[in-house]
T-cell receptor, first 112, second 112 residues
Framework: DAGVIQSPRHEVTEMGQEVTLRCKPI?????LFWYRQTMMRGLELLIY????????DSGMPEDRFSAKMPNASFSTLKIQPSEPRDSAVYFC??????????FGDGTRLSIL | SQQGEEDPQALSIQEGENATMNCSYK?????LQWYRQNSGRGLVHLIL?????REKHSGRLRVTLDTSKKSSSLLITASRAADTASYFC????????????FGKGTRLHILP
């Protein structure tokens, strides 16, 4: 049974470039969450979807960040333009309603 | 925003000893969850305790919840080297909006 799949696992890019992170949730899960993890701020919820609809994007730091979920099996988190302070590990998680979340192994993003 | 806060931030113990981590939170909750994160990996759900429960066991894990003190503890008995990881508590509010808020975690190191 495949877990949550994130790609790429590592991304290194220069400041100003567009970055797209991808997530495939567990089949059948109806909630999807994007988190950012840093040493300073810990694990922050950026946005989450229920049944492909964005419910709460209050954690999205700036307009440079956007997330989409075009269907139940795919979501993207885009940063445009990227800045060095966006460097972090980005996690995607999925869940059934009222059930614990299942996390992917994250994308380690470095913006030079 | 509401957030669990783990204590201690870091803990080193000898293999075979018991490890206790604590979590405090600020407002009323629907449930509290504990997750483990191994280095370079995503978070893995360990155990969920509901607001009307006081204690729960799962293998070598024992979780307690005191809603009057707004606190929880995670006890790992007979620790093993493989228990070396970061441990996070997460709280779901009474809104039941599928959102959970994570603390900054306790880094546990089991010494051989």
């Amino acid at each position: 049974d495949a877990g949550v799949i994130q790609s790429p696992r590592h991304e290194v890019t220069e400041m100003g470039q567009e970055v797209t992170l991808r997530c495939k949730p567990i089949s059948g899960h109806n909630s999807l969450f994007w988190y950012r993890q840093t040493m300073m701020r810990g694990l922050e919820l950026l946005i989450y979807f229920n049944n492909n609809v964005p419910i709460d994007d209050s954690g999205m730091p700036e307009d440079r960040f956007s997330a989409k979920m075009p269907n139940a099996s795919f979501s993207t988190l885009k940063i445009q333009p990227s800045e060095p302070r966006d460097s972090a590990v980005y996690f995607c998680a999925s869940a059934l309603r009222d059930q614990p979340q299942h996390f992917g192994d994250g994308t380690r993003l470095s913006i030079l | 925003s509401q957030q669990g806060e783990e204590d201690p931030q870091a803990l080193s113990i000898q293999e075979g000893e018991n490890a206790t981590m604590n979590c405090s939170y600020k407002t009323s909750i629907n449930n509290l969850q504990w997750y483990r994160q191994n280095s370079g990996r995503g978070l893995v759900h360990l155990i969920l305790i509901r607001s009307n429960e006081r204690e729960k066991h799962s293998g070598r894990l024992r979780v307690t919840l005191d809603t009057s003190k707004k606190s929880s503890s995670l006890l790992i008995t007979a620790s093993r080297a493989a228990d070396t990881a970061s441990y996070f508590c997460a709280t779901e509010t009474l809104n039941r909006d599928d959102k959970i808020i994570f603390g900054k975690g306790t880094r546990l190191h089991i010494l051989p």
